[in-house]
């Protein structure tokens, strides 16, 4: 096919698409002739993203630590981005499924290998004096995070474990939402009471929660993996990639908080308190909260072992940095 026959195919298509859109293809063409060329900093917006990095002290290291949080953020839209899709997916094919979880551990790959940046890449004495500045706000109040877990499974499996035997699926959304695991995380250590943090994102966020719980009910990742066909439900390579993401969001991703804290909030047997006030001694540690999102994917083992990782994590906190 040379360039003329090539271009008069290319013009059947498009008058094809348009009139079966109902428009008029001339008048795009039209508009072809007065649009800019694409660039690339135009295409990705970047001199607004250059822009987004506003420091509220003079530490140098301050705009790491903006900067790192952004960059987590777009990950983890990267992650529901991809549950999305599961989520909506009418197929259930195992392939489709597999693949988009697979896709959700690189992103976690990503993230834990990183966290480097966090744990050895700022200076602790600056951190120690800008973080000072941001109260109350704290990375707790990751939205996102929230939300990766609400599509991953059903809310009665995010209870805290001290009351997680009390609720089942048939009791109300609200109900449950009251007692995920999280809000104990923030929760003032002398009286009890929220923290302002916590006030904050309960505010902010508690109707989306609720919604997007509410769209999601009897459908979520787990509900998917479930209503497969059994035989469906032991292909090695789903159960394997269920797993993986289990311990990348519910283990190594806390477990690599863990290492920042220890490093930039303790010294000697002194321990201070974070960003909020949350009480990351008790909230982060995987083997406090024990959760799992697809509990059928795992061995009985794994699920009595679960966040065993954290007490090495104690016996050699320096191995995990």
Do not use: C
């Not at 690189?106 to 004096?129: C, E, H, W």
């Not at 929760?187 to 916590?198: A, I």
């Not at 009480?279 to 795992?298: D, I, R, T």
């Amino acid at each position: 096919m040379d360039n003329k026959e090539r271009l008069d195919s290319q013009i059947r298509k498009l008058e094809t698409k348009y009139k079966d859109s109902g428009q008029d293809m001339n008048s795009y063409l039209d508009g072809l002739l007065h649009q800019r060329y694409l660039t690339y900093w135009d295409y990705i917006h970047l001199d607004t993203l250059l822009s987004l990095q506003v420091p509220r002290t003079h530490f140098p290291d301050e705009e790491i630590f903006i900067m790192y949080h952004q960059i987590t953020e777009l990950y983890f839209k990267l992650i529901l981005h991809e549950q999305r899709q599961i989520v909506d997916d009418k197929s259930q094919e195992v392939g489709f499924f597999t693949e988009k979880v697979e896709r959700i551990n690189n992103y976690y790959k990503a993230l834990i290998s990183s966290f480097g940046i966090m744990v050895r890449g700022m200076d602790r004495d600056q951190f120690l004096q800008f973080r000072m500045a941001l109260l109350p706000a704290s990375g707790f109040q990751s939205a996102q995070f929230r939300m990766i877990e609400i599509y991953a499974t059903p809310l009665e499996l995010l209870v805290h474990p001290s009351e997680r035997d009390r609720f089942s699926q048939d009791d109300p959304l609200e109900e449950l939402y009251e007692h995920i695991y999280w809000k104990k995380g923030a929760t003032d250590l002398k009286t009890g009471e929220k923290t302002l943090t916590l006030k904050q994102f309960e505010y902010r966020y508690t109707p989306r929660f609720i919604r997007i719980a509410r769209e999601v009910a009897g459908n979520t990742m787990y509900h998917k993996f479930l209503h497969l066909p059994e035989e469906q439900r032991r292909s090695k390579g789903l159960r394997a990639a269920l797993q993986q993401m289990d311990l990348n969001a519910n283990v190594n991703w806390p477990l690599m908080h863990m290492g920042s804290a220890h490093r930039y909030l303790s010294k000697d047997k002194e321990t201070l308190e974070a960003t909020g006030g949350t009480n990351w001694k008790s909230y982060l540690p995987p083997g406090f909260q024990k959760v799992v999102f697809f509990p059928e994917a795992h061995e009985p083992e794994t699920l009595a072992n679960w966040g065993k990782q954290w007490v090495e994590h104690q016996l050699n906190p320096e191995k995990q940095m």
